[in-house]
């Protein structure tokens, strides 16, 4: 069990949450960042300037009175959800009829829509 948040529960998140709660919870970068093989293995937060997410700060987030670890998940499911919130797939009601959309692929490889091929395809020119 930890009652703080350390840089490598910090990195196992994902960047867009990272950002998310960085930015919700005003947390300081000291650091520097570290980039090994094109992968960002420090983002410049230290465990001083983590140091500042405590349970009081993830409980008026949560709105839960659990121990720090359950606290912590609370907040990066509630940080995903307001990162990419669920999408709605009820159909649209047109009268009687309801609506269907349906997305075309343009390509299986790139998972491309717009009609070409995405950089990193094997088919991209």
Known sequence: MFDRVYQQNWMALEKNIREHLSSLFNIPRSGIVEIMDDRVIVDGHTNEDLAIITSELLMAYTGSREK???LW????ERARSEVSPPIDLTPIINGENPVQV???RYCDTCI?????????CPKFK
Request: aromatic share 6%; charged share 35%; glycine share 10%.
């Open 68 to 70: 720090f670890p359950t």
């Open 73 to 76: 998940e609370l907040a990066i």
């Open 102 to 104: 349906k997305v075309e």
């Open 112 to 120: 491309s829509t717009k009609g070409r091929h995405r950089k990193g």
